[in-house]
């Protein structure tokens, strides 16, 4: 499967941004999607991840109740909607995929890798 993320830019805090990820392949609603960002001088690090089904979704306890991941397998994209951005939110966020329904939140998991957007939060 390949992975294309997009929505990105530059936000003022307490602002939203939606994230998507498009993928290719119809098997696109077996896989697992992650959310994972990677600030400079820093290792990437998880963000949230949604099951095949959608039925499971799980966030880092940082984004709880300010990003959401859901998804569309008829448009086989996965998005993450990000409100009350930080300018600690500021980083490349990527997405990434595993076959298989288990949600996990190891970077080591995930064999599949979209190319990152920039999301930048001013304060």
């Known amino acids: 499967v390949q992975l294309q993320a997009s929505g990105g830019g530059l936000v003022q805090a307490g602002g939203s941004l939606r994230l998507s990820c498009a993928a290719s392949?119809?098997?696109?609603?077996?896989?697992?999607v992650g959310w994972f960002r990677q600030a400079p001088g820093k290792e990437r690090e998880f963000v949230a991840a949604i099951s095949w089904s959608g039925g499971s979704t799980y966030s880092a306890d940082s984004e709880k109740g300010r990003f959401t991941i859901s998804r569309d397998n008829a448009r086989n994209t996965v998005y993450l909607q990000m409100n009350n951005l930080k300018p600690e939110d500021t980083a490349v966020y990527y997405c990434?995929?595993?076959?298989?329904?288990?949600?996990?939140?190891?970077?080591?998991?995930?064999?599949?890798w979209g190319q990152g957007t920039q999301v930048t939060v001013s304060s």
């Open positions: 392949g119809r098997t696109f609603s077996m896989y697992t």
């Open positions: 990434a995929a595993r076959n298989g329904g288990v949600v996990i939140t190891a970077t080591t998991g995930y064999a599949y």
